[in-house]
């Protein structure tokens, strides 16, 4: 993976969708670029269409509409170069061919550019998006796993690597039980490449929140979320929409849930070590009663209890000091160490771990 994929992977990572909210108002659009900026999202993504005649139908009942909301080329310079002035990361989902032969003749200084699901085994788009040098988003919502191979087999036999896939089914509003958030992690081993999540769902929904980020706290940190400055009011996508508070209140979530959810390093941390320390919290092995020096440690004059001193010896080891004698000494609640006992070495008869059988061979 290049530094830009791996940055992207270290630590939750949000992209404030505009898609077509804006309708064609460039400085909307403009206005949705200042408040991602503000609330301090990481990257903000653009839908590109420079020929809606390469993207749908002349008779589609959208198609008049579409055109009115594309800009020129010219147009997309000036706020991919204002978003790079704001520090936002340029995500460009590109609708038609010409949006990436435009992104890669002159653009190729934004992250990335992305595929949406309708166009996922586009032979065209597929073709122009493997020269992209960044990142190539998949969008893979609604798509069989077959149509998920082709597309990334395609990519990666014209040499791209740098893969990204982004799953979110695409229903406005998202009902719960088709979100399938576990689908994500079987996508991300059975393919071998990063995972993230696009959320849909609805803007007045009392757990967008919740739901947006549990893609974090199951180790998922690309969340994909639609913005708009105006939330509630009807403009396209405004559906699953939310406006700054809430973005603001999904971003302080996404940072926790990573924290919580942690790195997977099996090794105790420095707070789990002092937990584990024996005596003060985990019970350490002391004397039940008073033991005289010379007298035999056994179950019964021997126990675990937490202690104020703190003990070197693991509560495993109790069925080593069965057995052995006391050196001196030692009164009832006392902590056992192998200082206190005394370890007589004991032959082996070699008989006990050979077939021999003490019989000369």
């Known amino acids: 993976m290049t530094k830009e994929m791996n940055e992207i992977l270290a630590a939750p990572y949000i992209i404030g969708e505009t898609a077509y909210n804006h309708e064609g108002d460039i400085n909307y659009l403009y206005k949705m670029i200042d408040d991602i900026s503000e609330i301090k999202l990481n990257a903000v993504k653009f839908h590109l269409l420079l020929n ?63 595929l949406h699901s309708t166009g996922l085994n586009d032979f065209f788009l597929l073709e122009e998006a493997s020269k992209f040098t960044g990142i190539v988003i998949l969008g893979v919502g609604g798509s069989t796993l077959d149509e998920m191979s082709y597309a990334i087999n395609f990519l990666k036999t014209a040499g791209k690597d740098d893969i990204l896939l982004m799953y979110g089914f695409q229903s406005y509003p998202t009902d719960y039980k088709w979100i399938n958030l576990s689908k994500m992690a079987k996508l991300r081993d059975i393919f071998e490449q990063p995972v993230g999540y696009a959320d849909h769902t609805a803007f007045d929904d009392p757990n967008n929140e919740f739901i947006s980020i549990m893609g974090a706290a199951s180790g998922i940190n690309i969340l994909e979320k639609h913005y708009t400055p105006e939330q509630g009011i009807e403009r396209v996508d405004y559906h699953t929409a939310v406006g700054k508070e809430r973005m603001q209140k999904i971003k302080e979530m996404m940072e926790l849930a ?27 092995i002391v004397a039940k009663k008073s033991i005289r020096k010379g007298e035999e440690l056994t179950i019964n004059n021997l126990c675990f209890k937490r202690t104020v001193e703190q003990s070197y010896i693991p509560q495993m080891a109790f069925s080593q000091l069965l057995g052995l004698t006391a050196e001196r000494d030692i009164e009832e609640d006392e902590i056992i160490d192998f200082k206190k006992v005394k370890y007589e070495f004991k032959k082996i008869e070699l008989t006990s771990f050979t077939h021999t059988g003490g019989k000369k061979t």
């Not at 809606?52 to 080329?73: A, N, R, V």
Request: with cysteine.
């Open 258 to 284: 990573h924290k919580v959810y942690g790195t997977g390093n099996l090794e105790l941390s420095p707070k789990e070590k002092e937990y584990g320390n024996l005596g003060p919290m985990k019970k350490a």
């Open 52 to 114: 809606p005649d390469s993207y749908m139908q002349k008779k589609h009942p959208l198609k008049d509409k579409i055109m009115g909301w594309t800009f020129t080329e010219e147009q997309w310079d000036a706020l991919f170069d204002y978003s790079k002035k704001k520090d936002l990361d340029i995500i460009a989902l590109c609708d038609d061919v010409e949006s990436l032969i435009y992104i890669n003749r002159t653009r190729k200084d934004i992250l990335a550019v992305e």
